[in-house]
């Protein structure tokens, strides 16, 4: 994991220097804020994968030498088949129409939301499929 916040660290740094030289070229601050956005996402994402890096020891991912079979094994639980996703944005989407409609449908929309959501987080936990 260490590769990978490396990388997002120098991007971040990269996407820095792009938007001192955006700011200095256009004056435009809209481009701005979204490129000081980015190198914000950037560095948080990096400093995360390091963090954890440094939690949870050496991986084989950050062995010079190491083998792709190196890496090999369970990785976790990965749903086969979930409609909930599909609700989730659904909701989402409601909500964001609410924003546009009225605030009624945004109310109903936040409610949507938050059952879509922990039906997707106890999806395993009961019916057919708990285990």
């Known amino acids: 994991m260490k590769v990978q916040g490396w990388l997002f660290i120098l991007c971040g740094i990269f996407f820095a220097a792009v938007d001192v030289v955006y700011w200095f070229w256009s004056k435009e601050p809209v481009g701005t804020t ?29 062995d010079k030498q190491g083998e792709i079979s190196d890496g090999a094994g ?26 546009v409609i009225g605030w009624w449908l945004f109310l109903i929309g936040v ?14 936990y009961r019916g057919h499929f708990s285990h």
């Not at 369970?74 to 924003?99: D, K, R, Y």
């Not at 949507?112 to 395993?124: K, N």
Request: hydrophobic share 55%; glycine share 8%.
């Open 111 to 124: 409610f949507a939301v938050i059952m879509s959501m922990i039906g997707f987080v106890f999806e395993y």
């Open 74 to 99: 369970e990785l976790g639980f990965f749903s086969p088949h979930s409609w909930w996703p599909l609700f989730v944005c659904l909701a989402v989407s409601l909500t964001a129409v609410g924003l």
């Open 34 to 62: 979204a490129m000081a956005i980015s190198v914000g996402f950037a560095f948080m994402i990096g400093y995360y994968l390091m963090y954890t890096a440094r939690r949870i020891g050496e991986q084989p991912e950050d």
